[in-house]
């Protein structure tokens, strides 16, 4: 069985005033990710993206929460479904989309494609198709900003499947034994590839095993209200910088398309995709926003036209791109 997605909760924790999150830049950054992952699956299906592609479709509100609560300074390190992400991070749009066309105007000049996306200039460590394998890199981050005396705080995004790496726990434990200002952020889509991931442990909270295990401060969210991991990921910050160590936020959500591009899904239970789109996003999103008066929906359609035409115009820029010349095929493999 796997769990139904959380009831919409608008009254359960009020924002004080002076914290109000940033409904507007949320919806912003969601329609971003949203038509980006559209128009990414489209084009692999059609064939003008090579290689494999893993979307984020239906976890956006993930991507855009964590992202508006960190500075441009703090660290950042994904998976395979790392999109969403690194956009919100700030990675130009441009860039990114010529990489996964593998052009020479990519963040990576062609050369990493969608699970290798990085800007380091943006602190953007790594996408990374090793599972588990960005965790620990984002300790590494942490402890550099610790012993240089920096206050940046370093984000490690993982499924609940990398939980179960030695990685992971490995990880943490060092997080957390050292103070280190580190944010583990689990996006517990349910599955892991094929498989239901109640049946991989025994224990189904991740934030429970985080406490249990290891001693760190952490909290379960729901997902799919970017308001909400806003909230959690600047507590979570604030901690951090305070010097209380580590924090392990689980953000419960459901990936709308399969685990790759092209997977039929058959593995999941009927009706479970149609309730968990009830809760699309950007739908929680709008709603919250009008009802607190931030803006109609004619205002939130126009940001989401202008979200699908800036997508439009980087495929047009990436269709236009070059090839990486062949002759630059051993240049720029190994980081200085
Ligand atoms: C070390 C390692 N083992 C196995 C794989 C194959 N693999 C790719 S994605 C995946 C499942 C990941 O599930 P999860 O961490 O929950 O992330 P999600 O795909 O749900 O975002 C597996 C097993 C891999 N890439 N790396």
Request: net charge negative; glycine share 10%.
């Amino acid at each position: 069985m796997t769990p139904a997605p959380p009831e919409a909760q608008p009254d359960a924790r009020p924002t004080p005033p002076n914290q109000a999150p940033p409904l507007r830049e949320l919806h912003a950054t969601v329609a971003l990710v949203r038509a980006f992952e559209l128009a990414v699956a489209a084009l692999y299906r059609d064939g003008e993206v090579p290689g494999f592609v893993h979307t984020s479709l239906g976890q956006e509100a993930v991507a855009a929460g964590v992202a508006a609560a960190l500075r441009p300074d703090d660290y950042l390190a994904t998976t395979h479904r790392g999109h969403g992400h690194v956009l919100a991070k700030g990675a130009d749009v441009d860039a990114m989309m010529a990489e996964l066309f593998g052009k020479v105007t990519g963040l990576g000049r062609g050369k990493g494609g969608s699970m290798h996306i990085a800007d380091p200039a943006l602190g953007i460590l790594g996408a990374n198709a090793i599972v588990g394998a960005g965790i620990p890199l984002i300790v590494g981050a942490a402890l550099s900003s610790k012993q240089l005396g920096q206050d940046r705080v370093a984000v490690a995004f993982f499924g609940e499947g990398a939980v179960n790496q030695g990685s992971f726990h490995e990880a943490v434990n060092l997080a957390a034994i050292w103070n280190l200002p580190a944010i583990f952020l689990c996006e517990n889509n349910l599955y892991a590839e094929f498989t239901d991931s109640s049946t991989m442990t025994r224990i189904g909270s991740v934030a429970e095993r985080a406490i249990g295990g290891y001693g760190v401060h952490a909290a379960t969210v729901d997902g799919n209200d970017a308001a909400a991991v806003h909230a959690a990921t600047v507590d979570a910050a604030d901690r951090c910088r305070r010097g209380e160590g580590p924090v392990l936020i689980e953000a419960m959500t459901y990936r709308w398309h399969g685990h790759y591009e092209g997977d039929g899904q058959t593995y999941k239970p009927d009706n479970e995709a149609s309730r968990w789109r009830e809760r699309d996003p950007l739908t929680v999103l709008r709603a919250r926003i009008v009802a607190e008066g931030l803006g109609s929906d004619d205002e939130l359609d126009a940001v989401e036209r202008v979200a699908d035409e800036r997508i439009e115009r980087a495929v047009t820029a990436a269709r236009a791109a070059e090839l990486p010349a062949g002759e630059e095929a051993y240049e720029h493999v190994f980081g200085a």
